[in-house]
């Protein structure tokens, strides 16, 4: 008796294990590099600091984000997904005027916890090599450098 109930523990704990073990990896973890910016709108942001962030880096993983200098532990990303009418009314500009196909935009709503001072809380995903993050009405390009393996 003892060694089925061993049996069935193993087995409980290999299944919640491999849940665990393998979180998934979402497509804007990895190393980006900020390439550009653009304001197609009315834009809160000062083109001399946005400019100097173009030609930095930005990281995205499971326990941490930077970006232009700032750090978020331990960040949540939410995965929201609007058709291109939904955000051209929330973003101010035509999906397909920000260089994004089809007819759903996938965005990750980026979470600190806490009030972070960065300079995005979102990360729209262009293509598997380039996200814009929005900002006082300015879109960040960036393009993917180098994937994170965590």
């Known amino acids: ?58 990281t995205f993983a499971r326990d941490d984000a930077r970006f232009a200098g700032q750090r978020c532990s331990q960040p949540t990303y939410t995965e ?22 089809g007819d759903q935009v996938a965005i990750y709503k980026l979470d600190c916890a806490y009030d972070w001072e960065g300079p995005t809380n979102a990360l729209i995903v262009k293509s598997p090599t380039a996200l814009l993050a929005p900002w006082n009405g300015a879109f960040f390009e960036l393009v993917k450098v180098d994937p994170i393996l965590k």
């Not at 929201?80 to 009314?89: K, R």
Request: include cysteine; hydrophobic fraction near 50%; proline fraction near 5%.
């Open 1 to 58: 008796m003892s060694i089925e109930r061993s049996r069935i523990a193993l087995v409980i704990l290999m299944m919640s294990c491999a849940g665990c073990a393998s979180a998934p990896k979402l497509p804007v973890f990895g190393t980006w590099r900020i390439m550009s910016y653009a304001s197609p709108g009315v834009s809160a942001a000062s083109p001399v600091q946005t400019l100097s962030w173009v030609g930095t880096s930005a």
């Open 80 to 101: 929201v997904t609007l058709s291109a009418a939904d955000f051209q009314q929330q973003y101010k500009v035509a999906a397909s005027s920000a260089g994004i196909t």
